[in-house]
């Protein structure tokens, strides 16, 4: 099942309100109360059952009374609409499809049922709903009952990171001695002898379960392994099991780890489970779930959002499981399909909050609504803009433009000098600023196979203690490019005297502003004489003495 698009009116802050979802993972962002936890109210009206299973955590549901648009004068309440798009294929849900099609089968043409529930509450005792397949109505009595099906088939799977409703541990064993005080001696023998025996056949049966929940946790940069075992009092095919996470070879309990770390944990499994469903070789239990998901960041420090994000697109991606997240954190956002995000704001009349509207997010720039709304210095993100959404490989990142073209021209020209391999892509991140806020940096490496940072030796002395302080080293991850002397401390440092006299020389006019009082004036300049000097480089002079000055400056 794929969710395409969820519309309301009159619906708490969504007055007149459409949104439409990528097929693998969306991230709705913005801040508090401006329309998030609405979107995903309606995903759980439409797909989970109205009472708590014991599956997934207890939700409300809809009323006229508390979900009504609450600005709306008396003389003026309307009524509350809402309607969720789906699609749903024969192929990836069968038992589902053929349901539908049971109910509605003369409107079903093809192979993909595209299904259309829209809900009306007229009152606090009225409401209607409609049906349609390919924009046909289904009889009313056909409706209900397909909307049945869908709450009950568990294609929609919601995780609340911040209070998971379901745990995978059980605490303490207070009840097992109360009962087992009732058996004799040679009764509990015989209990303990059963018990071992099934925890025998347990373990044997979980070596699947834990190689891939394990395969899960090998895709975060923390590396951990799963222990599962056995806890008394299961039943049926849903046998709880007690997780226990291993960091080097000590396995502990997982309500003892962190919480971030349980909370990675408790969603993989999650995932796990949607994985099975959607694999499983029998058509009355296979289907193609959708990850609804609370708050995926809690708990965890920005380097290892940056992280899990990653580990989260890659799964939905991977196995075409769609996933809406619904985050505060600019690093779960989808850098690989940034017209798959979603950040909602609130209009404003006369100082007073009122309905959500979606802010576009179009460009090179797409970052930069995001991060003014959720309270992230937009200028820490300009240097990286052009980049962000960049497919990533090995990469190496220079200051600026002239840098890029510096290097470029080595890595082709002098491939045997500089062994920069035709792979390896070389991308500006426009400033040392860009270098000083570690946390949005960490994020950006996260993204790169393998990366090299360069700056410009003049900045050594800040830019060095930024990145040791995450764990970079010196002639391994970066490099500062230039040389102590005076106007020396950059790239065109390691340029020979000669070429930079000759540049100077015919160049009055702009090395007389270099000196000027106003700043555009100047940093024009500068830029025109960088320019000048990459191109004068370029010219067929003898450059040994500039291999020499930047193989000793830039290690591979």
Known sequence: MKIKKVTAKNFRTLQDFEVSFDNTYSAISGKNNCGKSAIFKILQHFLIKDVRDSIFSVHEDITYEEDLTKWLPQDKQEKIEIEVDLEISDEKDPEIFFSINSYAGKLVKGKIIELKLHQE????????????IDNAVVEDRSSVEILKKLRNSNALIFHNSVSPGRSFFLGGQGILEVVEAHFSADDL???????????????????????????????????????????????????????????????????????????????????????????????????????LIEEPESFLHPSAQSDFGHVLSSLSEEYDIQMVVNTHSPYLLNVKKPDANILLDRKTFRNSLRETSIVPTNGDKWMLPFSKILGVVPEDFDGWSKIFGTKFGKIILVEGAIDVEYFQFFKEKYPSIYQIDSSIGILPYNGKDALKNTQILKFMLSRMDQSFITFDFDAKEEIQKKLEAIDLLEDVDFCAVGRAEAGAGCIEGLVPKQIKAKVYAENVDIV??????????????RNKIKAKMLEETKKPHSLRKIFLNLRNSFRK
């Open 512 to 525: 007389q502003a270099l000196t000027s009082a106003n700043t555009k004036e100047k940093n024009d300049a």
């Open 189 to 291: 023998k015989k209990i303990t002898a059963a018990k071992k025996a099934l925890q025998t056949k347990i373990k044997s049966a979980t070596k699947a379960h834990k190689g891939e929940i394990d395969k899960l946790l090998g895709k975060l940069n923390d590396k951990y392994q799963v222990e599962l075992s056995a806890v008394d009092g299961s039943k049926n095919s849903s046998y709880s099991l007690d997780v226990r996470l291993a960091d080097k070879s000590v396995a502990v309990p997982l309500k003892d780890w962190g919480a971030g770390t349980q909370n990675r944990t408790r969603l993989l499994m999650t995932i796990l489970e949607a994985i099975r469903k959607k694999t499983n070789s029998n058509d009355q239990e296979r289907l193609s779930p959708v990850l």
């Open 121 to 132: 509450f007229i009152s606090a005792n009225e409401s209607k709903l409609t049906c349609k």
